[in-house]
């Protein structure tokens, strides 16, 4: 088994940043890809951003449309560590983002949620406008 543990959520105001942070533990070498989910409410979980390294250390990262060019996800493999960096946010982006992660590697960098066997219990993310 794998936990997710998340840190980093707050209150801001449309235009700041904010950077969440993600330490998985137990079996972790068996980690493929890492990555977030959010759900504001009323809606839907969705896909925030995900990130894999191969072998020789290159790391692949892909984002939702609707955060991309704002957002940045970064991986620190010998941490089991991924951090979220949120730049000019939005009211939009108000909602918990949740940490996840799955050990396949034919999944690769998948946005379908139930792919994801790994789930943190989430950080509550406000934004003002």
């Known amino acids: 088994q794998v936990q997710l543990v998340e840190s980093g959520g707050g209150l801001v105001r449309a235009g700041e940043s904010l950077r969440l942070s993600c330490a998985a533990s137990?079996?972790?070498?068996?980690?493929?890809?890492m990555g977030w989910f959010r759900q504001a409410p009323g809606k839907e979980r969705e896909f925030v951003a995900a990130?894999?390294?191969?072998?020789?250390?290159?790391?692949?990262?892909d984002y939702a449309d609707s955060v991309r060019g704002r957002f940045a996800i970064s991986r620190i493999v010998a941490q089991n560590r991924i951090y979220l960096q949120m730049n000019s946010l939005k009211p939009e982006d108000t909602g918990v983002y949740y940490c996840?992660?799955?050990?396949?590697?034919?999944?690769?960098?998948?946005?379908?949620?139930?792919?994801?066997?790994?789930w943190g219990q989430g950080t509550q993310v406000t934004v003002s406008s």
């Open positions: 996840v992660a799955h050990d396949t590697p034919a999944w690769a960098l998948s946005q379908t949620s139930t792919l994801y066997p790994y």
């Open positions: 990130i894999t390294v191969n072998s020789e250390s290159t790391y692949t990262a």
């Open positions: 137990g079996r972790t070498f068996n980690i493929h890809t």
